[in-house]
């Protein structure tokens, strides 16, 4: 009886554990979201997205890094998407089972957490140091980098879950390999797919470490991917670090901004894989 | 055949070229993939090239980073690096199997969904919001909190006095290490939790016929059939604190000096490669901020690989 007794109590201070374990773990992550909206609510208005950044002491917005951030994402999303896509349709449909395909699986896995900052010093090796000149373009080759293991691995679990069926009854009609991808399997996958790119998309929208040192940063308004270009990320890194209050008050802004960017765009992305699996 | 010719046209004979043309598009791209890491190696390898020439093993040791006399060591930023990931990992760790065996076993479903949702959320957030969080609101409030009541009631040459000396502005090891950790957690028991939902019901159900506890279900059923799986989370969580550059950027201090208590400032290799290479003051400093790089590659791809083998056919 006394060890009946011993294991029940074992088991309440296991589940006891666990539960504060799952408390303390909310509190921190509901402290970080307190923090954010409320140092940063206070500061959104229409000029954050119509002023460019300002010096220290006047009025400004961040309107510059808004778009900075569209843009460089933009490139990095159009890469992204290209090759993840067939780089995963060729894992799926053609060459997965090889053994150069599991190479490069295993390869896209390491790539998928390798550390970001790392890409940042590659495409400045490649990019920013032969041509004399840190760019827009460079922030967003080194931000494709980041989204393209992504994509690939999203586009070759969704195409392995497409039924075989679909592929035999293109094949019956005659259509070659390359026809029953593009225009069944990959249409048969399109929710999948979009949602992969969103999945990408959020990964990088939030990324600073790469950008640091490719598209270095920019105080002005730049629409030229050949130039330096400011980003969000770099410049709430920026005014966090600097000792003036109302830099600051737009860095929280800042940060506010894209936390909200990043889970709006997983949410949406966990919404289309719903509809997908339907 | 008349109507032979049209469905060719339309759907591509199949040893058409263009389907040629799309196996080859598609190979191209997932050689990329492969391009993508080995020139990481290569440039990092070449660019750090002068500084491994100059400094021999003596870089890897060293501890030395100074970039007026132009003489650099990478042994701080490793030690920081180390010192760093693995006191996050354990506070991390135990953190993250709880919220999981928790959300899976015990927790009903209704509020399960909802908080496995938020902490799958949470681990997208990216770290430049934990690294700011942890600049404005953690290190003030550790700093007063924390570590002057433990400086002022040190005694003086006591071992505690040792252990708590630092400047006492909560940007230090301890809290960068408390930011690493509460960054990997959602990402870490994310992921655990989803290795432990591929653990067969019938296992579990055979478990509590025969009269386990929950607790004993978790700790001989459920933890040993994912227990490869669970070191390959780990892994991954480690790989994850040690390449983070932005939220500890923000709180280590940034200080060379070799750490020699838990509340001295001291730098990691991301942190400082993000600090100083955009102002690198001479080709010397590049190169050895590229080295470091390379050694930072070099340890994740080892702990991330190991990662991955372990966690081979899991879809994570």
């Known amino acids: 009886m006394n060890r009946a007794l011993f294991r029940r109590l074992g088991n309440y201070l296991f589940v006891g554990v ?147 069926a679909l592929r035999e009854a293109g094949m019956a009609l005659g259509a070659s390999r390359a026809f029953v991808i593009r225009k069944i399997i990959w249409k048969a996958a399109r929710a999948g797919l979009v949602t992969g790119g969103l999945l990408g998309f959020a990964r990088i929208s939030g990324e600073t470490a790469p950008l640091l040192f490719t598209s270095l940063g920019n105080q002005f308004f730049s629409t030229n991917v050949t130039q330096p270009m400011a980003t969000l990320p770099t410049t709430i890194f920026q005014f966090a670090l600097s000792a003036y209050d109302d830099w600051q008050r737009l860095a929280w802004v800042g940060a506010m901004l894209i936390a909200i960017a990043v889970l709006s765009i997983n949410i949406i992305g966990r919404i289309v894989a719903r509809e997908a699996r339907r | ?39 990481v190696v290569i440039s990092l390898a070449i660019g750090g090239w002068p500084a491994f020439q100059q400094f021999g093993f003596g870089f890897l040791t060293s501890s030395e980073w100074n970039p007026v006399t132009e003489v650099y060591g990478a042994g701080t930023a490793i030690v920081g690096t180390l010192i760093t990931s693995f006191l996050a990992l354990l506070v991390a760790l135990p953190l993250a199997l709880g919220v999981a065996v928790f959300l899976v076993e015990f927790c009903p479903r209704v509020i399960a969904q909802p908080i496995a949702i938020a902490v799958e959320l949470l681990a997208g957030i990216p770290s430049i919001v934990y690294g700011m969080w942890g600049l404005f609101v953690l290190a003030p409030w550790f700093a007063e909190n924390v570590q002057m009541p433990l400086m002022m009631s040190a005694e003086p040459g006591s071992w505690q006095e040792t252990l708590f000396s630092g400047i006492p502005n909560g940007a230090n090891i301890f809290t960068a290490s408390l930011i690493l950790a509460v960054m990997i957690l959602p990402y870490m028991a994310a992921v655990m939790r989803e290795l432990f939902m591929t653990v067969p019901p ?92 390379l050694v930072l590659f070099l340890i994740t791809f080892i702990v991330l690989a190991f990662a991955r083998l372990l966690l081979r056919g899991q879809k994570i």
Request: glycine letters at 12%.
């Open chain 1, 18 to 164: 666990c539960g504060v374990a799952t408390l303390i773990a909310l509190t921190a992550l509901v402290m970080i979201l307190w923090s954010l909206v409320s140092k940063g609510i206070g500061g959104i208005d229409l000029k954050i997205f119509t002023m460019t950044q300002p010096a220290p002491g006047s009025e400004g917005g961040l309107s510059n890094a808004i778009v900075g951030s569209l843009i460089m994402c933009g490139i990095g999303m159009a890469i992204a998407l290209v090759v993840g896509i067939l780089a995963g349709t060729w894992l799926a449909e053609y060459g997965g089972d090889t053994t150069y395909g599991q190479v490069v699986r295993f390869f896209n896995d390491v790539l998928l957490s390798a550390p970001s900052i790392l890409v940042g010093l590659f495409v400045y090796e490649i990019l920013v140091q032969p041509f004399h000149g840190f760019s827009a373009l460079a922030g967003g080759v080194a931000l494709a980098f980041l989204a393209t293991p992504i994509v690939t691995r999203t586009t070759e679990d969704i195409l392995n879950l497409q039924p075989h």
């Open chain 2, 1 to 39: 055949m008349a109507t032979a010719a049209p469905m060719e046209s339309r759907f591509g004979h199949p040893k058409a070229t263009g389907g040629i043309i799309f196996e080859a598009a598609c190979f191209a791209a997932a050689t990329l993939l492969l391009a993508a890491l080995g020139g």
């Open chain 2, 202 to 293: 019938q296992l579990r159900e055979a478990a509590y016929g025969l009269g386990c506890t929950p607790f004993e279900v978790v700790r001989s059923v459920v933890v040993p059939y994912v227990r490869r799986g669970v070191i390959g989370v780990i892994m991954l969580g480690l790989g994850r604190a040690l390449g983070e550059t932005m939220a500890v950027t923000f709180i280590i201090g940034n200080s060379h000096d070799f750490p020699d208590s838990v509340f001295a400032s001291g730098s990691t290799i991301a942190s400082t490669i993000a600090n100083e290479f955009a102002e690198a003051t001479s080709d010397m400093h590049s190169a050895a901020l590229v080295a470091l790089g």
